[in-house]
Structures are given as C-alpha cells and as structure tokens.
C-alpha cells in the first residue's frame, strides 16, 4: 500500500516536481514509513539523520516523513528530529503540495482521519500506469488482533465508492495497465457505496472491473478469514480474470494462540475455506502470513503452525518473528520465548515453506505461461514479470518488452522464481 500511497503523492506534486536520482540532487525528500514491525519504524529514524546535512548546501531543501510511523510517533518524532519539516499522516496526504509551497502557517504536524477528503481530493485520474498496478480500495482496519497497530496508524476500516475505482482503474488501462491488484488491509471486508447509494461487496466490484476491455487480470491483497464470503469464493469459480491466488494470513496453526491473538477464527474454520476454494480453483496459489514466537506460544503450538502449513501446501508466504508493538493489547503479555529460540521457530517454519513454494513452482517445469513483463533482470537482457499465479518468471531476449505480455515455457524451478525461455 505504500507504494501505491508513493505514486499517488507523486501525482499530486508532478505539477512541480519530478523524481531525480539522488537524495543530493533533491528539494524535497520524503520519507513513506511502515510501522508493522519494529526493525521498520527504527530504520526512519537513521534514514533521516543521512539526509539532514544535506539540508547545509540546500537552504531549500525539505525532509517530510510521511505514513504509519509519522501518525505514530507524530510530536515525538519532531522533537527527535527537529531538521524534519513536516510529519504526515497516511489519511493526510493530499496536503503534500501546500506543504511544499509553505501554505500553512508553519505547521508541522498533519495526522488527521479523513479518508473521504483524501480520496476527493486524489481523485481517481492516474498520470502513470504500470502493466500491473495497485489501486487502494479500502483502508484501516476495526479487527483489533492483539499484535498490530493498523487501527491505530491507518485508523478505522474505510471503503472507497465503487464508481471512483472503477474510473480508476478505466484511466489505468488506458495507459497500458493490463492487471490491477487491488489493495486494502482487510481487503475483503470492501463494502463500498454504489451511484445508487446500495453497498457493493468485493466480489460485486471484480465483476464491475471484468468489464473493462483492455484488463486481463484482476488480484487483491490482503484478505481476513472472517471476510471470505460465499460470493467471492464462488467468484473464484467463475471469473475470467480473477487471478488463481489468494493471499490469507492464518498466522498461526494453534487454536489458543489464535484466540489470545484476537483473529475470531479456528484453524478448522480456516482450513473450510481453503477447501472451499480448492474445489472451485484446484491449482490455485495459496499464501499466507505467519508470526511465530507470540507470547505464550509453546513448543505444541508451534507444531501446530507446522502441521497446518504441511496440511495446506503453501505457494507462497511471508513468516516474521513477533515484534511487540506499544498501543497493542499483546504489548502488555510478557514472552515466554528467548531471540534465539524464536530465530529457531522461524527458520524451521521458513525451511518448510520454502520446500512447498519449490515443490508449486516446479508443476510449472516445460508448461507455457502468459507473463506481464514488469522490468529488467539482474542480467543484460534478462527480463521479470509475473504469472496469473504471482510469480515470479525470468527470461532472456534482445528486445526490450517491458509492458507487454509474453508466453515462455518454463524450464527451470527455484523457490523464489521460475526461468523460461521466451516461444
Ligand atoms: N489484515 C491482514 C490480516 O488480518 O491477516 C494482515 C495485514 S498486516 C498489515 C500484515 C502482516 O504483518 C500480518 O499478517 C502479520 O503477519 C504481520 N504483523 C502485523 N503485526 C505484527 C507484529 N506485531 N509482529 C510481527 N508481525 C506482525
Ligand atoms: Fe492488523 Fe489484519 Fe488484524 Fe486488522 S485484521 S488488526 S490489519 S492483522
């Protein structure tokens, strides 16, 4: 989402300004912050003391912070880092260009809840458009799972209209855009009012945007298991468009740790819906976060996660160790587990995982897939894009084809990414 959140704020200040190469090269450097973790609101604090001496030989020079660490930390952090000019929240954003041309009075400190403005003020014409580019369709979150802070920094759940996505992602296509991924931090609790003032679900909004000619693929990340209704399930089935992967955090395989972590599911609830959708979707790419090392995890328990993830057979993952958040209900539960045994749970975890994305991606070995070529390898001549499955493909070829869609047959299988050559 921050990287949607950095395009849009470009957007709005492209009038003006342009990216360059270098922070040294810059009049304004603007820091996009994540909070969800510890290691990435620490990591703000040392980027923004690389870039204060700049401002010696560029009086004009502008540092603003802006996302979930600036909603955070807010005051505190001016108070850290008083070269900064301005802090700025993710639902406030659309004031960047009057904080550039110093039209506030000196204020610093932007931190309001106002999705509706902010999006008004977005509106829904994109200046640029990738192959396969994110659009925000919901925010925030009024889950409360005991270990985040999302209904703190992104604030309360906020769904978009239908009507302001769709000409979203007609303008995308229009300059290029052939998949869409649509984004929210519970993407699937999307209810968004409609030009008759009825509420769309999700599903309802995918089918609207299988209306648009030039799209050929529609994702959306990241899905609650509490929100995967019976349409969107059954939409899976049906829909042309609709990518065969779906990202659904389960977190932990432990029906204890679950409950103390708030998630309002078990795990036998989770695995219904995984069988639920294989039925429709037989070869469908599953994912899904994970946390080890929750206070109070034990050694059962996290055998537990093991036994779910061999029962599921993941095609793709993210594991973290559990980072303890202020604000949060877990933040007050004392951990039972040292850095050293949870680095252990989650390289065993990882290890396993690890095995079964090799074990999806090598199905793939000598068939053709249609790739959308997103930019240049780590090789010359070497291209990436990725597959309706979401992954990642590697190819050689002598002319650049970024942008456009390919077919390769698959000749070799890693566990991060898939080789072809291009027919
Ligand atoms: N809404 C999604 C859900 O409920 O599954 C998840 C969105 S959350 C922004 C992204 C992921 O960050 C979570 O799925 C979780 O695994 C991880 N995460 C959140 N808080 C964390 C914490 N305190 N420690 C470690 N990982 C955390
Ligand atoms: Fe955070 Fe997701 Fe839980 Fe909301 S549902 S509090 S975003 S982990």
Known sequence: MNVYDSDRMLDLVNKKYFLVSSPDKADAILL??????????????????????????????????????????????????????????????????????????????????????????????????????????????????????????????????????????????????????????????????????????????????????????????????????????????NSKK???????PVQSGSDLILKNMNRRYTTKEYLDIIEKIRKKVPNIALSSDFIVGFPGETIKDFKDTLKLVKEVKFAQSYSFKYSKRIGTKAYNINCNLSEEEKDDRLQELQSLLNDQKKCFNKSFLEKEVEVFLKGKGKKENQYRGTTKWMQTAIFECNKNKVGEKVKLRINKAFENCLMGELL
């Open 32 to 237: 996009n912050t994540c909070h969800i973790r510890e290691k990435a609101a620490e990591k703000v604090y040392s980027e923004i003391g690389k870039y204060a001496y700049l401002k010696d030989n560029n009086k004009k020079l502008k540092i603003i912070v802006a996302g979930c660490v600036a909603q955070a930390e807010g005051k505190a952090m001016l108070q850290r880092q008083p070269v900064i000019d301005a802090i700025v929240g993710p639902q406030m954003y659309q004031i960047l260009p009057d904080i550039l041309l110093d039209k506030l009075n000196n204020k610093k400190i932007f931190l309001d809840f106002d999705e509706e403005k902010k999006f008004k003020k977005l509106g829904y014409d994109r200046k640029k458009a990738l192959i396969s580019s994110f659009i925000t369709i919901q925010e925030g979150c009024d889950k409360f799972c005991s270990f985040c802070v999302v209904p703190f920094t992104r604030g309360s759940e906020f769904s978009r209209n239908l009507d302001d996505i769709v000409q979203e992602a007609i303008s995308l296509t229009d300059k290029g855009c052939k998949e869409i991924i649509l984004l929210g931090q519970n993407v699937n609790a999307y209810h968004g009012t409609t030009k008759r003032n009825s509420q769309a679900s999700l599903a309802q909004l995918i089918l609207e945007l299988e209306k648009i000619k030039k799209l050929d693929r529609v994702s959306y990340t990241t899905s609650h298991p509490k929100d995967m209704t019976q349409d969107l399930i059954e939409l899976h089935g």
């Open 242 to 248: 609709l990518n065969p992967y779906l990202h659904l």
